[in-house]
């Protein structure tokens, strides 16, 4: 029979089946990647060996599905079988990835030597979880296309592009829902499930789409077209191989490059994977309306390979202009929900423009090659065969790109090579193609000189200028560093991110990884510290100031090497572990001298190539500290560092008493999702102390098996650290404490009322929505404004009392301790009228001259009240919150600039309310506050009443009234506007008093307590 009954409606229906069946397979392959970047530790390793052993098993697969499908009389029924086991698979994938990992971590790294055999069992161990559904994944297409084939009996060609068409639409759109849909609704195993409820819709389509017997062909004979020629069917498999080979190095080569233009983030890959596949799918169309009207599929097959390579060649030159693409848009684009949803339209439109036509071609070799092979005589094997073929050389690709092309070449050369290896391949089919036998053929010599021409172009237009892909112009807008005033002093693309250490003008060096900074150094020689250096050494003497005996300590990520050389500087510690996945980033720090040599020269200093979980499992390490420095968490596959299995696997590797110190920035990130790293590190360490470093960088010192005690403040003396501390101006326990922004007990509180959530590695919260977050330029500005509050939150939550202004050094990398030398400054104003050097709050200086006249002299109008009460407000917010008890009463109790009493009724009782807090009368301040705001005066602000309502709140938590704070809230501050970060305070607060409403104890009042 020649058409099968029904065949009008079983193509289409095929057709449609199969793109649900792409749409699950790349579900899977982008969460296994998500689930393996947690084993393998890290996203770029987690990907190749998806690819690798995604790409592999799809290959035994096709090639098992070739050698029997003669055998069965019903490929469509197979199939069915097959897509249902694959869905079993999957939803039964996150149980059995716990217990193949718990296993590794617990059991079988600890009983290993290390080194290689660890290596070795996690990537095998890693492989095996997705081996079993890859091969499986790698039966569909041969058992689908074949089936069909043997149904309708026509047109090989247009049904072999047609599959490859819908099944990669299916898959680009798989790989879009799996990141933007299933991770933020349902998380990893959610997703997992989802693509099981695809599979299963499949196999039930399938098998109803089966459900009449098909036509079993004779076996087919070799034919002399296969045997002629040289080995036809030879050349095809290697054709296949190659073919396979340079499209996944070109797929890995082009992230690794956008990824320095837009930034590496989980969004960004999956959207530059949508473009690649997308371009796969679009050329199966165009070939599967053409295929089958070719007399020479091999000669075709040789043009497209020659396009393919022409169009990877012509990317490279094209992306030096992307640099300039993404820093139009970054200034064209709001800063806003809708400019990040344009900005990812944005990297899918250039990603197409450099991918999607080099992908166009690989798309139809596929389809070509198999068309020719069965053309051939081949049969139905020839699906197989020439499938795992390419997908064997899709294996050799991604492994041989990720740990040798780029590494060693870099990543402009391992692309020129593999667009060169594709013109090779098409040179040489044309060659055998060729029916010239007794003259040169044009055509040939044509495509041979083009493609020499070409290759030659892109090795110089292509610049690949390090002057462009370091500078991170996903971040700043500014196409260069040398346009930021820095230039290049180092650049290496390594195995899983390009690395660059650059210098300013000014004597400021940094390193980066992917175009985002992660450390930087002052090497000027003025000696003035950078911001980020006191928080690379604060990270590293914290714990030795709360760990009164450290022998060992850990480090997690390498950064400029400062945190590791801070530790070194303490005589007591005898081994510091500093765990690196990326060689460039310990070559490029070398960059930064004496400023970090101890991490390089110390014997007791030892440097690991290592994901930490592995590195630690293995060794079975425990430690008296260890340290996280990763990079940001909107870096993909960075996340992890930052999760509650994170936090449940640090304290096995910590010695009784140990000290862990996360660090976490507070900048290009929001309140929301800070609350819920602290929430997953509350769930497994019994206390922790919060420490603002830098205005928008905070580091967590944790201890998992008890408090944490007072500081011992010894090790500061020491001769190693001692300059390290006085350079960046902490060298005294006031100077550090001062930095404290409180404990778990005062600050928990403020991370429920932010945030309801936990950050997980199987529910990404973090990775997803920090890309945004940046982008946004947001800031967790409930938590960096604590200390800039005009309120003492630290004093009357948190029991931290603050010493006199002239024991605590003006940093100028922390606003905070400006701030208390500017108050002292405005109290000498307010006290005399005179403005002193250095004060730069105009502001407060205007309302501390107003307060004296309308206050102090009392020359004010009674119609200017609010005027007056707001200048209270204002300047008692910037004095009594950043002054020691003393000098707040001095100022405001006993006020030698008030030289009257016959001020108004509303501003007497403004001042009162002042003066109480002032001494910290907390309850007169709730008392009066409450009462002022019930009269509902006009001469309130709402900056005022809003002001007035916060501090009767504070003073019913300080005096212990818990059940007034909501009373209060809800009384006078039902309607009372405020701002974001205000309104997110109101809100800690009410939390809070709950909290201690339910039985927990307040803090003791610490004055900068040490041992």
């Not at 400054?825 to 005399?832: I, P």
């Amino acid at each position: 029979m020649a058409e099968h009954q029904g065949s009008r409606w079983l193509k289409p229906a095929a057709l449609f089946v199969f793109a649900l069946s792409g749409t699950a397979g790349l579900i899977y392959q982008s969460i296994w990647s998500q689930y393996l970047g947690l084993y393998l530790g890290h996203a770029a390793y987690a990907q190749s060996l998806v690819l690798a052993i995604f790409m592999g098993g799809m290959a035994l697969g096709a090639w098992w599905a070739s050698r029997r499908s003669l055998q069965w009389r019903n490929l469509l029924r197979a199939y069915a079988v097959v897509e249902l086991v694959i869905g079993i698979a999957a939803a039964l994938f996150h149980p059995i990835y716990l217990a193949a990992t718990g296993f590794a971590y617990d059991s079988a790294f600890p009983a290993m030597p290390g080194g290689w055999a660890v290596q070795a069992f996690k990537w095998t161990s890693g492989a095996l979880l997705i081996l079993p559904q890859a091969v499986l994944l790698g039966t569909t297409f041969p058992l689908m296309s074949n089936g069909l084939m043997r149904r309708l009996r026509k047109e090989d060609g247009a049904i072999l592009g047609g599959l490859y068409f819908t099944n990669s639409l299916g898959a680009a759109i798989g790989a879009l829902v799996a990141t933007f849909i299933l991770l933020p609704a349902v998380g990893l195993p959610g997703a997992m499930r989802f693509g099981a409820v695809l599979n299963l819709v499949v196999a039930i389509a399938a098998w109803l789409l089966a459900r009449s017997p098909e036509e079993v062909p004779a076996a087919a004979a070799p034919t002399a077209a296969l045997h002629g020629r040289g080995g036809i069917t030879r050349l095809l498999l290697v054709a296949a191989f190659i073919t396979g080979a340079t499209s996944f190095v070109y797929e890995i080569g082009w992230v690794r490059m956008l990824s320095l233009a837009f930034g590496s983030t989980v969004h960004a890959f999956e959207l530059m994977l949508a473009a690649f596949i997308g371009g796969l799918a679009f050329g199966g169309l165009w070939i599967r309306k053409r295929i089958d009207g070719y007399a020479q599929p091999i000669r075709i097959g040789g043009f497209v390979q020659i396009g393919m390579g022409l169009a990877a060649l012509a990317s490279l030159v094209l992306y030096d202009r992307s640099f300039d693409w993404v820093a139009w848009f970054m200034k064209a684009l709001s800063r806003s929900d809708g400019g990040y949803a344009l900005y990812n339209i944005v990297t899918a439109t250039v990603s197409m423009v450099l991918m999607a036509p080099a992908a166009f071609f690989a798309g139809m070799t596929l389809p070509l090659f198999t068309f020719a092979l069965l053309r051939g005589g081949g049969g139905e094997a020839s699906v197989g065969r020439i499938y795992a073929a390419n997908t064997v050389g899709a294996i050799v690709g991604v492994l041989a790109t990720v740990h040798f092309l780029i590494p060693i070449l870099g990543l402009k050369l391992a692309m020129c090579a593999s667009a060169a290896g594709d013109l090779v391949l098409g040179l040489v089919l044309l060659r055998r193609a060729s029916t010239a036998t007794t003259r040169t053929d044009g055509t040939y010599l044509g495509a041979l000189v083009a493609s020499g021409l070409a290759l030659a172009v892109a090795l110089v237009a292509a610049r690949f200028d390090p002057d462009a892909m370091a500078g991170g112009v996903y971040r700043s807008g500014i196409r260069t560093i040398s346009e930021q005033g820095f230039k290049v002093l180092f650049y290496r693309d390594g195995k899983t991110a390009s690395v660059a250490t650059r210098a300013s003008r000014g004597g400021l060096v940094t390193i980066s990884t992917n175009g985002k900074v992660d450390a930087g150094i002052s090497m000027a020689p003025d000696g003035k510290p950078s911001a980020d250096e006191i928080t690379m050494v604060m990270a590293g003497v914290l714990p030795l100031l709360y760990n009164p005996h450290p022998r060992t300590a850990g480090v997690i990520g390498f950064g400029s090497g400062l945190t590791t050389h801070t530790l070194l500087g303490d005589p007591r510690l005898e081994r510091v572990d500093t765990i690196e996945i990326e060689p460039a980033m310990v070559e490029g720090a070398k960059v930064f001298g004496k400023f970090v040599e101890r991490a390089y020269t110390d014997p007791r200093s030892h440097i690991h190539i290592e994901d930490a979980k592995t590195y630690f499992a293995t060794n079975r390490s425990r430690y008296d500290i260890v340290v996280a420095e990763p990079s940001n968490p909107w870096v993909s596959g960075v996340a992890s560092l930052f999760s509650k299995e994170f936090y449940e696997f640090v304290p096995r590797h910590l010695q009784p008493g140990g000290i862990f110190v996360q660090w976490i920035q507070l900048y290009e990130i929001n309140d929301e999702l800070v609350a819920s790293v602290a929430h997953a590190l509350s769930s497994s360490f019994h206390d922790y102390r919060i420490y603002l470093s830098y205005d928008t960088d905070m580091l967590i010192v944790a201890r998992a098996d008890g408090p944490l005690g007072d500081l011992h403040p010894e090790a500061l003396a020491d001769a190693g650290l001692k300059g390290l501390v006085e350079r960046v101006d902490i060298a005294s326990v006031d100077d550090i404490e001062v930095h404290r922004l409180g404990d778990r007990r005062s600050l928990e509180p403020l991370f429920d009322a932010l945030s309801g959530r936990t950050t997980s590695d199987f529910h990404p919260t973090l990775s997803l929505e920090a890309p945004k977050t940046r982008f946004v330029g947001l800031a967790a500005y409930a938590i960096a404004g604590l200390p800039k509050a005009d309120l003492p939150y630290r004093a009357a939550i948190a029991g931290l009392s603050l010493p006199p202004a002239d024991r605590i050094t003006d940093n100028p990398s922390y606003a905070f301790t400006g701030t208390v030398h500017r108050a002292a400054r405005l109290a000498s104003t307010l006290r005399t009228g005179h403005i002193g050097q250095g004060n730069a709050d105009a502001e407060a200086i205007a309302s501390a001259l107003v307060l004296r006249d309308a206050v102090g002299s009392c020359d004010g109008d009674e119609k200017l009240d609010g005027r007056t009460i707001d200048a209270i407000v204002h300047v008692a917010g910037r004095t009594i919150p950043y002054m020691d008890t003393a000098a707040a009463r001095e100022l405001w109790n006993t006020p030698e600039w008030i030289h009257c009493t016959s001020q108004t009724k509303p501003v007497r009782a403004v001042l009162d309310i002042v003066a109480a807090l002032a001494r910290a009368d907390w309850p007169v301040v709730q008392r009066d506050a409450t009462a002022l705001l019930g009269e509902k005066g006009e001469y309130l602000s709402v900056t005022s009443k809003d002001w007035l309502l916060r501090a009767a709140m504070l003073a019913a938590i300080a005096g212990g009234d818990y059940a007034a704070v909501a009373a209060i809230d809800e009384g006078v501050g039902r309607d009372m506007a405020g701002n974001g970060v205000t309104l997110a305070h109101r809100g800690y607060m009410l939390a809070l008093a709950d909290r201690r409403a339910a039985g927990e104890a307040p803090p003791r009042t610490q004055d900068a307590s040490v041992h």
